[in-house]
């Protein structure tokens, strides 16, 4: 469904991501872990054309790597970003309707009201009084909003209490029920690796690894490194 071919992101002389290659077969959550600085936000923003890149990014057969990121998420493919970054001065029902700029299915924001309750009770209440766990799910929502066939999520367990973080990623499971793949990056390993079907690890700014999620939650380089062991 989805592949990054020999990705390469360059600010000034500093390489933050060095050809890096990766796939995505529909229905799956792939997640990307690494350490911080390891090049994983620049990988999302390479693959969005937030940033000058080199390389090959393919979505259902075609080659999309020169397209702007606006047409990009036409073709499907929506980011969560790090940060949550919502529009704090609009409501939570204005920020939805944003992430719906280019889907006008009115049904669609009753859905993401469903999938995130906590939401629709505060719907006409601006975004950025919401507390961090909130924003993520307006986050979440506004990007569900442009009907994504890939989502791509960046963090979205940063800053967020663990009560919330499991919450969350309920909420990605129940994605994945409903057929939507997803590309997530995560600091917590861990969690990440249970959820996911497929892995890759980044290190200085290169894949160094890449296997089934089950089988990276039983390597011994992976429990050292990232899994407090």
């Given amino acids: 469904m989805f592949k990054v071919k020999n990705l390469q992101v360059k600010y000034g002389v500093i390489e933050a991501v060095r050809g890096v290659n990766l796939e995505i077969k529909k229905g799956e959550i792939v997640t990307l872990i690494g350490s911080n600085g390891a090049g994983k936000t620049s990988t999302l923003n390479g693959i969005m054309n937030l ?34 970054k919502v ?75 663990p009560k919330i973080v499991l919450d969350m990623f309920r909420v990605i499971e129940r994605l994945k029920d409903e057929g939507i793949t997803t590309l997530l990056v995560e600091q917590n390993a861990y969690i990440a690796l249970k959820i996911s079907d497929f892995a890759y690890v980044i290190e200085n700014a290169q894949i160094v690894l890449s296997d089934k999620s089950s089988n990276l939650l039983k390597s011994n380089d992976i429990i050292t490194k990232y899994l407090g062991g």
Wanted: glycine fraction near 12%; charged fraction near 30%.
């Fill in 87 to 161: 529009f704090v001065n609009l409501s939570v029902d204005e920020n939805l309707e944003m992430g719906g700029f280019y889907n006008k299915d009115e049904g669609l924001k009753d859905d993401i009201y469903n999938l995130f309750p906590r939401l629709k009770d505060k719907k006409t209440q601006l975004a950025g009084t919401l507390s961090g766990g909130e924003q993520q799910m307006l986050a979440i929502g506004r990007a569900l909003m442009s009907k994504p066939k890939l989502l791509i999520l960046d963090e979205p367990s940063l800053g967020l209490a």
């Fill in 51 to 84: 940033v000058k890149k080199d390389g090959i990014v393919e979505f259902l057969g075609e080659d999309i790597s020169k397209l702007s990121t606006q047409k990009i998420v036409k073709k499907g493919i929506s980011l969560v970003p790090e940060g949550r």
